[in-house]
């Protein structure tokens, strides 16, 4: 584990000039370089992929490290069975494939090798949400966090950019027992400051706002700061959060959202049927009733285009974010 | 490091009587618990026994020793027989497997590797451990730990198409710290295999997977000895026993009959059997 941090909220040490210089990185390309990292310095970890080590970025590690790579073919129930044995033989297996394939296709092995079984493994994902863009409704996961979620002993992680990426793998292969990480396709904008370090549970607080608290995880980091910024040259307060561990949720930080604005928007390149708004309702309908209003694909499937253009069909977007609000408000 | 392991039975009249005592206690425990699968715990008992008490080296006192062969029952319904084999070798006390099944026992209907010790993954749900056994093989390997890694699955639980994906990794990656066992008892829970779901010719098609091949009489005593030290000299590959068995063995009335697959014997069965089992 890493080293404690501070219970209390974080908040941003605002350099917002040296963040935005940063050019966008894929969190997939980050997971790549945090592997080949750690393939160095921690010889129990172990890597298998299903035929697609170059998309998922695990052929950094594969070249450098053969000999604790394991190709497994078009095979992701296999892949996973065999990352739970070598898990019980004390190595730290990282198994990676397509989020769709990875969750869907193996759901009942990660159910039972994995999580009743609660062996050691890591399932870290690509290729999630609609950005995958061009392939299609076939290849884009939109319902990944709610098949993760509700399995016990699973921890589910969503990191915003590269430099969260990082921090998270090199934090969860210190934890103990399964862990599923959502990473994306795109190259994404850099949000995270300089100095921040990633806690399994703990959300980022960009601000807490007055009128309306943003909780986004992944891409939609991005978005939601752009809506505040707009929204606060509209006189709106608007807070952002960085929920980036959706189970176990960050109950306190969404509490004390709750509280100071008594409206919640969720924003996720997800089904907002069990996914991140699927979490946050949970708690708060049981803990602080609020209005919450829930952006990300509405029960439908994907289909193919551009990441952008397919992101404004789905109103994932800090404009439809910005709209969401201030007819919330308008109640 | 001290390594105690129980004393390894060479013996074949031991074996058998060992054999005897697990079949019995298997049935105690499905008639205790009033329901589980009599048949297929039943048919792989020879070789379980073979596998557990002539060829593994284990400690229970220390469940996780890191030198222990390792056992995985694919076929987790046959959960009575690997729990009869455990309490046999002091896994847990044996009045234990009077709660087979039993709300908060550790004794679940499969084998869960929370509750108890020594279990080495939690299986169930058919057709997942083999790929799991692969995995323990190769981390092993990856170790230089000359540990082994035992594996029975069913004949009907080859239908599952990952046990043949596992059957490739298996190959591929020249996995021969790893025994396999299928035990070819032909029945399923709706009848015949080659009526429901047909997996002949198993001995060719596992051939034709890059495996080595054993067939033999999955309850003759010194064929399953010497298959199992076949399948230990077979480097290069892996290694499967075909061991073609009869459901429900051991007991005249439980023998080749389908609805004896998860149907617990009653009482007077039971009495039945025991005397049967002793006599046998």
């Given at each position: 584990m890493g080293e404690a941090q501070s219970t209390e909220h974080r908040t941003q040490n605002t350099d917002k000039s040296r963040t935005e210089e940063k050019k966008p990185v894929a969190t997939r390309d980050a997971y790549g370089k945090a592997l080949l990292e750690l393939g160095e310095k921690r010889p129990d970890v172990v890597v298998l992929d299903a035929d697609l080590s170059g998309s998922t970025k695990t052929i950094g590690f594969a070249k450098k490290f053969p000999d604790r790579f394991f190709n497994m073919g078009i095979a992701e129930q296999d892949m996973i069975g065999t990352a739970a044995g070598l898990a019980l033989t004390g190595k730290v297996p990282f198994a990676s494939t397509f989020a769709v394939f990875e969750t869907g296709r193996a759901w009942d092995q990660i159910r039972l090798t994995v999580c009743y079984s609660n062996t050691n493994v890591k399932l870290v994902a690509t290729h999630s949400g609609i950005t995958v863009g061009e392939d299609g409704a076939s290849h884009q996961a939109l319902e990944d966090i709610a098949l993760m979620r509700a399995l016990p002993n699973m921890t589910v992680i969503v990191p915003a950019d590269a430099a969260e990426t990082e921090s998270v793998i090199n934090t969860i292969v210190d934890q103990k027992g399964p862990v599923y990480v959502r990473l994306g396709r795109a190259k994404v904008p850099c949000v995270m400051p300089d100095d921040y370090k990633f806690t399994p549970g703990k959300a980022f607080v960009f601000h807490i706002g007055k009128d309306v608290n943003i909780v986004a995880a992944g891409i939609t980091v991005d978005m939601a700061r752009k809506a505040a910024e707009i929204l606060s040259e509209e006189g709106i307060d608007a807070g952002v959060v960085n929920?980036?561990?959706?189970?176990?949720?960050d109950e306190e930080t969404l509490l004390t959202a709750a509280q100071s604005s008594g409206l919640i928007v969720t924003a996720e390149?997800?089904?907002?049927?069990?996914g991140l708004g699927g979490a946050v309702c949970e708690f708060l309908a049981e803990n602080y009733p609020v209005p919450v209003k829930r952006i990300g694909t509405q029960d439908s499937f994907g289909c193919s285009g551009s990441p952008a253009e397919l992101l404004k069909l789905h109103g994932i977007t800090a404009e439809n974010i910005v709209e969401t609000i201030k007819e919330a408000l308008k109640k | 490091m001290t390594v105690m392991t129980k004393g390894k039975i060479t013996d074949v009249q031991e074996l058998k009587n060992v054999a005897k005592k697990i079949r019995i206690n298997i049935l105690h425990m499905l008639t205790q618990a009033?329901?589980?699968?009599?048949g297929g715990s039943l048919s792989a008992a020879d070789v379980a026994v073979a596998i557990y008490f002539s060829k593994m080296s284990f400690n229970p006192d220390n469940p996780k020793w890191e030198n222990r062969d390792r056992f995985i029952?694919?076929?987790?319904?046959?959960a009575p027989l690997l729990y009869a084999i455990m309490a046999e070798a002091g896994y847990?006390?044996?009045?234990?497997?009077?709660?087979?099944?039993?709300?908060?026992?550790?004794?679940?209907g499969h084998p869960c590797c929370k509750h108890i010790p020594g279990i080495e993954v939690s299986t169930g749900s058919l057709g997942q451990g083999l790929s799991v056994a692969n995995g323990m093989a190769l981390g092993l390997r990856l170790d230089n730990n000359p540990a082994k890694v035992y594996c029975i699955m069913g004949d009907g639980e080859t239908q599952e198409g990952q046990i043949w994906e596992a059957a490739m990794t298996s190959a591929h990656y020249k996995i021969d710290n790893l025994c396999a066992v299928v035990d070819n008892n032909e029945l399923q829970i709706d009848g015949p295999v080659e009526e429901v779901m047909g997996i002949q010719p198993i001995h060719d098609k596992w051939e034709a997977f890059g495996w080595h091949v054993i067939s033999i009489d999955g309850h003759d005593m010194e064929e399953i000895l010497k298959a199992l030290d076949e399948a230990e000299s077979v480097k290069g590959k892996p290694t499967v026993i075909i061991a073609n068995t009869t459901k429900g063995k051991g007991v005249s009335f439980f023998e080749?009959?389908?609805?004896?697959?998860?149907v617990a014997p009653s009482q007077e069965e039971f009495d039945k059997a025991v005397k049967e089992i002793r006599n046998g």
């Open positions: 929920m980036s561990t959706i189970k176990p949720l390149e997800h089904s907002v049927i069990g | 009033g329901s589980g699968h009599t029952l694919s076929k987790g319904h046959a847990f006390p044996m009045e234990t497997i009077n709660n087979l099944r039993k709300v908060e026992s550790p004794l679940q080749d009959k389908v609805e004896y697959h998860g």
